[in-house]
């Protein structure tokens, strides 16, 4: 059967990755990116549009488009869903269960992303495990963690086929950086490039788990079509990398630009959202089930991130 890709949330920090190498694999004309509010003039691809919490016109996209495979992205982060809860819980929660529904009636695969969010301040900090105390504070978390449930419970009780991973910080360039606490490692980028100058919203030593965006692609995708046989865990797999503080990354940024400054300024709750969560986390679990094995290296990204937003912004 001809696989037809849907991605939701398709023009935020993933989507924007996520669907150029969906298009990359499985051919131009059989990805579709669903976008609300934010899409580029120049997205080339198969475009449709929508809201995930309408239901009907969910149903009607993956009828029509007879869609195998369902990329659910769309969501608010950590930071916009404290300014907003219950809209976070809205978008975050009925969205999903939309897919999830549909999942039972037309048979596709689902990828939801979770998030170090899911856990709290009773969760083990350091090399946080896969199955642990998971008492989030925000309402971003507690989505997260409400998300999980319902995958897992979808899974055994109507065979629907979820698969997740807990997205640590993700830094990527293509799309400007959401209103998440782990962003601010992708702000200073554009602080680096236009100003010379950045001030971090979180304390110099917030050490938080993070990843460049094309190992978080390739996780993703090898996640997907791994073969059912191997996902053991139908809540939401441990997914690391690299984990820093502002002051290595800025640090690592002087080793390129010595005259770049760095001020830490820290903002009382995207701080206090940032102490509550881990700062490193155990995958072995993913490494285990199905190959998972990052990358990129905190310098490899630095790098890369430059020279992207470089090109990007025309400097
Ligand atoms: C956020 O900071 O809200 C997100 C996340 C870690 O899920 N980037």
Request: proline share 6%; charged share 25%; aromatic share 10%.
């Amino acid at each position: 059967m001809a696989r037809k890709i849907l991605v939701t949330g398709a023009f935020g920090l993933a989507g924007s990755d996520l669907v150029p190498a969906l298009q990359k694999k499985f051919g131009k004309n059989n990805v579709y990116a669903l976008g609300n509010k934010t899409i580029p003039s120049d997205f080339d691809g198969n475009l449709v549009t929508g809201d995930v919490r309408d239901k009907s016109s969910l149903e009607r996209i993956i009828k029509t488009h007879k869609i195998t495979d369902v990329y659910h992205l769309a969501g608010l982060l950590s930071v916009g869903g404290e300014k907003d809860p219950e809209l976070a819980w809205d978008v975050n929660i009925n969205g999903l269960r939309n897919v999830l529904e549909l999942s039972r009636i037309y048979k596709f695969k689902i990828f939801w992303p979770s998030s170090i969010a899911a856990f709290g301040p009773t969760t083990p900090k350091v090399k946080t495990p896969q199955h642990t105390s998971i008492e989030p504070t925000t309402i971003y978390g507690i989505t997260k963690l409400t998300g999980e449930l319902l995958l897992q419970y979808y899974f055994k009780r109507w065979g629907v086929d979820g698969r997740s991973l807990r997205y640590p910080g993700l830094i990527g360039y293509k799309a400007p950086p959401g209103d998440g606490t782990t962003e601010y490692s992708v702000h200073i980028f554009y602080g680096l490039l236009k100003e010379n100058r950045y001030s971090a919203f979180l304390k110099k030593d917030a050490r938080l788990p993070m990843m460049y965006i094309d190992d978080a692609i390739r996780g993703t995708i090898e996640l997907m079509e791994a073969p059912a046989s191997k996902i053991s865990v139908r809540t939401s797999y441990n997914f690391s990398a690299i984990n820093f503080t502002p002051e290595e990354l800025a640090d690592e940024i002087k080793k390129l630009y010595p005259t770049f400054k760095c001020a830490f300024d820290p903002d009382p709750i995207k701080q206090a959202i940032a102490d509550s969560w881990p700062e490193s986390i155990d995958d072995s679990v993913a490494r285990k089930d199905w190959g998972w094995k990052h990358e990129f290296t905190l310098p490899k990204m630095t790098n890369v991130m430059i020279v992207g937003l470089k090109k990007k912004l025309g400097k």
